[in-house]
Structure formats: structure tokens, C-alpha cells
């Protein structure tokens, strides 16, 4: 190993049986945290590391991305070295910080994962409002020529058209017997998901054209109402906040009608990642288990249009 990369810390790699990215982020933190790797060095190179570990280069990029996400490395690409991040100057506001509202938190994460050269969003919820809304910082950075992913992947589950909604429902009793107001709050409901999905997919979509970006976009209905939301960002991090109904007035057809209902751009969304110990790391795997089983099993096609 160079002089130029100082030996990660100046004595060969421990050998095991068989390391993981897990051991191989476990172990670069270590070090980082105990100065052996100072802010500012430049590590060495993903083949570099994975022949010191014995691992793949696959689990290196892992495991490299696992230390980016903790703000513990920089300019973690295909390319070249990673370099050791500042980390007295780390913003407070990764995977591991207090809940804060969905807007908040999820446009901070979804940005930061756009940072790398392959981007995967899995997302669960209502409606796909706040991650559209959470969008607009990395499209308007690619817009820039500041950020240029080579490819984005984002699926979407969403509540089927053809259920009936837990929520929003409507809050008195008399109303909701009639049948006609509920009848109008799933419309209401319908058009709001569809217009959301409509404008997420086509602003990541334009990507192709405009910067030669590989985007895919692919929505599945899900037969319940999603009692959580749920963000998934590029396997290494979860975000998770409960829908918390309150009763509320709300205009539908021009009448001001009672429900209840969740805001949910203002729900306090939890982060946990994947290397942040135990306990992060096996909510990540088991959300993203979660998530896969519902798209590959129960989920349904799902148009964004009126049309059944």
C-alpha cells in the first residue's frame, strides 16, 4: 500500500475466516473515530481494500457507503479514493439525529443519496406528495450540472383506487352514514395521488432526455391503508414516521366537511442506518424485507389516471 493512503493504520489488515461489509465498515469506522484515519486523508482505493480485506468490491462500495451515509466519508465514488470527512463539522441532521418533520427530514436524506452514482428509493405511503416535494433540491442540482447520478431507481407503493380508505374518513357519524361524503373524500383522495405520482414521475423521467440519466419509475397499489410511511434510500438508510389522524375541517367541492385525517408533511419522521449498530442496521433490512415482499407479493398494477 502507498505511502500516499498510510497503510489504513500503519500495520496489515486482521484476517478472518470471512469478513462482510458489515466487518469492513465496523472496522473503518473504528479507526476513524480513534484517529488512525484523520479528517482529510485520502483512503485507499476500493481494489486497495478489498484486497486487504478479502472481499469483493461490492462489499467495499457497501461498506464505504455506509460510512458516507455517518458522514464519516466524502466523495465516495467509482472513481477514486474516499477521503476522511471533517467530522466536527457533520451536520446534525443524518439517520441518527431527533425525529423532525417529514419535509425536513426526508429533502435533507433524499438529497444526500442523490449524491451517489446509483440511486435507489423505495417508498410507502398515502401519497407520494412529500417525496415529490422532496425532489426538488436534487433535480434543481442536476439541473445545475452539480450532481449527475448515472442511474436513478424509485418504486412507490401507494393505496389501490378500489379499497375503502381507514383514512381520511369522515369525523361525524351522521355524515358518514349517508355514504355520499365518504364517496367524495376516496375522490378527492384518488385525484390527489394520482396528480402527485403524475408530476413524480414525469420530473425524474425528463432526466433521460435532458441528461442521459438511466431513470426507472414504477408505482404498485396496495390493498390496505398504510397505518406508517416509510422512505428507503439506497439500502443504507430507513425513515419511518407513523400517520397520527386528528380531526380536521377540509374543503372538498366547495364545502367544508369534518374528517379525519393525517398531515402528512408535518409527521416526525425516524431515521435509522445500516452500520449505526444492531439495532439501525436490522430495522434497515428487515424494512427493506417489508417492502419487497409487499411489491413482489399482494400489491396490485396501479394507473395514475381516473380510469379503472
Known amino acids: ?98 425525529p423532525q418533520p417529514t419535509m425536513v427530514a426526508l429533502a435533507q436524506r433524499v438529497s444526500a443519496a442523490f449524491r451517489q452514482p446509483d440511486v435507489e428509493i423505495d417508498a410507502l405511503c398515502l401519497t407520494s406528495v412529500s417525496l415529490t416535494l422532496a425532489m426538488g433540491e436534487p433535480l434543481r442540482e442536476i439541473h445545475a450540472g452539480r450532481i449527475k447520478p448515472a442511474k436513478v431507481r424509485v418504486r412507490v407503493l401507494l393505496p389501490s383506487r378500489d379499497i375503502d380508505l381507514a383514512f381520511p374518513a369522515p369525523a361525524d357519524a351522521e355524515v358518514e352514514a349517508d355514504g355520499v ?67 380536521r375541517g377540509t374543503q372538498i367541492d366547495h364545502e367544508r366537511v369534518d374528517v379525519y385525517d393525517a398531515q402528512g408533511v408535518s409527521q416526525k419522521l425516524f431515521g435509522f442506518e445500516q452500520g449505526a449498530g444492531l439495532r439501525d442496521t436490522t430495522f434497515v433490512e428487515q424494512s427493506q424485507l417489508w417492502f419487497n415482499s409487499l411489491w413482489n407479493t399482494i400489491s396490485g398494477d396501479l394507473t395514475l389516471s381516473a380510469q379503472r
Open 1 to 98: 500500500m502507498s505511502a500516499e493512503h498510510a497503510a489504513v493504520n500503519g500495520r496489515p489488515e486482521p484476517r478472518r475466516t470471512q469478513w462482510t461489509y458489515r466487518d469492513v465498515a465496523d472496522e473503518l469506522r473504528a479507526r476513524i473515530r480513534s484517529g488512525s484515519l484523520r479528517p482529510g486523508q485520502r483512503m485507499p482505493t476500493q481494489a486497495q481494500l478489498a484486497d486487504d480485506f478479502g472481499v469483493d468490491r461490492s462489499s467495499v462500495r457497501q461498506a464505504l457507503r455506509i460510512l458516507q451515509s455517518e458522514q464519516l466519508l466524502a466523495n465516495v465514488s467509482k472513481g477514486s479514493p474516499a477521503t476522511v470527512a471533517d467530522t466536527s463539522r457533520a451536520a446534525p441532521n443524518g439517520p441518527g439525529a431527533l
Open 181 to 247: 361524503t365518504g364517496d367524495r373524500l376516496q375522490r378527492y383522495w384518488l385525484e390527489q395521488r394520482n396528480a402527485q405520482g403524475q408530476v413524480l414521475r414525469h420530473n425524474l423521467l425528463g432526466l433521460r432526455g435532458t441528461h442521459g440519466i438511466d431513470v426507472e419509475v414504477a408505482f404498485r397499489a396496495l390493498p390496505f391503508t398504510p397505518p406508517v410511511k416509510l422512505y428507503l434510500l439506497n439500502d443504507v438508510e430507513a425513515l419511518f414516521a407513523y400517520y397520527t389522524l386528528s380531526r
